[in-house]
């Protein structure tokens, strides 16, 4: 009997942590389910496989870093590290380096995408540099996958360098400095979220710099006045990205201390499996163009699943019909689902697996929402910025779950849940889903539809008959639903009400 009551006890879980780890699952699962097929089937079934080209090799970037990250933590922090720290310091600093360098030289010089149309380089199957049309590779993506791994080498080196010297292997929870980096990080992206609203790029462009506003002329070259309100934006957010990354490798690295024997491994098993994914993604971009050459070509399946539009351009007019879109959008979303129910019926025997993967994914899912957005489309201008800020937003997510998961089947209470504790938790999770499907609806991107209108500019904002007229609903929404959200949490978390 006492067992039992020890095993019981073991289980039980706060209410207030388990809505994140809901809210958690309920992202990821949303993502891998739901809007990662759907970006891959219209990629796939645009009129030109050239968006296609640049989300796969973005994708590849994404997992491939993620997996060359854990590799380094694996060999820096294994019971038995199998490589010096500073080697991993001096890489880490030069990829860093070198990805500022691709950035700033790709939007300096406007060579963002490679190669360019006037690019004749063993020209095969139409293409500009080998079957490669124009805009295959996106610079700025393959610098920020440079940035990302080079700082978070740096960061694991420094912090094998300092456990080298101390013995203390304990877990001190959310320090002083992980807070401070939370606290900078959030702050900073509400306080740009609300200032985009009000003061849109194009318009504060115009208001200072009349005579160069927005368009790229020979007077003005590429250094216009959008060009510098865009940098200042954008290195604003990625201060608050960095923050918040930082924050989120220092509170994993502090959660695994103690338990390196038992995370390690389900550590590493996540980080093996992110490689081949990444050379799939890899491959396709790789490939792409041959295979829907010789696909068109075979009788009964290029016309089923293979669109042209010239016949005299194939396969550079060419793009999936919906079918095709169709059967690997099931495919991403089979595999999605079959991960998640995986995750759900291990979480009793493997939860560290469970958890650390879970911690990674959401991660990597952040991050790639920022490298296959990470292109300026005159269709969607503000684009890149929205998925800096949707990149933020998902690792600031990631942090909290990380918090939370110290002792997160620790009793912090034997208040049982009640009416008031219903409402409350039925409230605050549907406070979170209408937020957050309002904070969805500010990204222009073309994959998505707005459900709630945005468009910044109210304040400072291009003024013109042609010009889309400022909504500042989708803010709204965000603003007034998550501060409810966030006091009915608080009274959750108050009251200590247990599973």
Not at 83 to 112: C, K, R, Y
Not at 264 to 290: K, Q, R
Not at 436 to 461: D, K, M, R, V
Request: proline share 5%; net charge positive.
């Amino acid at each position: 009997m006492q067992q039992a009551q020890q095993r019981e006890t073991g289980e039980r879980i706060s209410w207030a942590r388990a809505l994140i780890f809901g809210v958690g699952f309920f992202f990821i699962a949303a993502l891998l389910v739901g809007q990662l097929p759907s970006f891959v089937n219209l990629e796939m079934t645009s009129s030109s496989l050239i968006g296609f080209e640049q989300a796969m090799l973005a994708l590849a970037f994404v997992f491939l870093a993620g997996f060359l990250v854990v590799q380094v933590i694996v060999m820096l922090f294994d019971p038995k590290p199998v490589a010096p720290p500073i080697i991993f310091a001096v890489l880490g600093v030069i990829a860093a380096v070198l990805g500022v360098v691709v950035i700033f030289w790709s939007v300096i010089t406007n060579s963002q995408f490679l190669p360019t149309a006037t690019t004749n380089w063993n020209s095969l199957l139409g293409g500009t540099f080998l079957w490669f049309p124009a805009g295959a590779v996106d610079m700025v993506a393959l610098g920020i996958f440079l940035l990302f791994v080079g700082l978070a080498w740096l960061f694991y080196a420094v912090m094998a360098m300092r456990e080298r010297d101390d013995p203390d292997r304990r877990d001190p929870g959310a320090t002083r400095s992980v807070n401070r980096l939370l606290a900078i990080g959030t702050l900073m992206l509400v306080f740009f979220m609300l200032f985009f609203a009000f003061v849109s790029p194009n318009g504060l462009a115009t208001q200072l710099s009349p005579t160069c506003p927005i368009a790229a002329t020979a007077k003005c070259g590429v250094f216009t006045g959008l060009f510098w309100v865009n940098t200042a934006y954008n290195l604003f957010l990625s201060v608050a990205v960095i923050c918040l990354l930082w924050a989120f490798v220092l509170r994993l690295h502090y959660l695994m201390r103690p338990t390196r024997k038992t995370t390690m491994a389900g550590l590493y098993a996540v980080g093996v499996n992110l490689a081949p994914i990444g050379m799939i993604c890899l491959l396709a971009w790789f490939a792409i163009y041959p295979f829907v050459g010789w696909l068109h070509s075979v009788p009964g399946l290029g016309n089923y699943f293979i669109v042209c539009a010239r016949k005299s351009a194939i396969p550079q007019s060419c793009a999936f019909g919906q079918e095709g879109g169709d059967l690997i959008g099931a495919i991403l979303t089979t595999n999605g689902f079959v991960i998640m129910m995986a995750a759900v019926w291990a979480w009793r025997t493997k939860r560290n697996m469970v958890v650390i993967g879970s911690l990674v994914v959401a991660t990597l899912l952040a991050v790639a929402t920022l490298l296959t957005h990470s292109n300026v489309d005159l269709a969607d201008p503000y684009q890149g910025m929205v998925a800096l800020l949707l990149c933020g937003a998902g690792v600031l997510l990631a942090t909290i779950w990380t918090n939370v998961s110290r002792r997160e089947f620790a009793v912090v209470g034997e208040k049982p849940l009640g009416c008031l504790g219903m409402w409350l938790l039925v409230g605050t999770a549907l406070c979170v889903y209408i937020a957050a499907f309002a904070f969805f609806s500010i990204p222009g991107f073309h994959e998505t539809e707005t459900n709630i209108p945005f468009f910044p500019g109210a304040l400072i904002g291009i003024r013109s008959k042609t010009a889309i007229s400022p909504a500042l609903d989708a803010v709204v929404v965000v603003v007034i639903i998550g501060i409810l959200a966030a006091v009915q949490f608080y009274f959750l978390m108050r009251n200590r009400y247990r599973v």
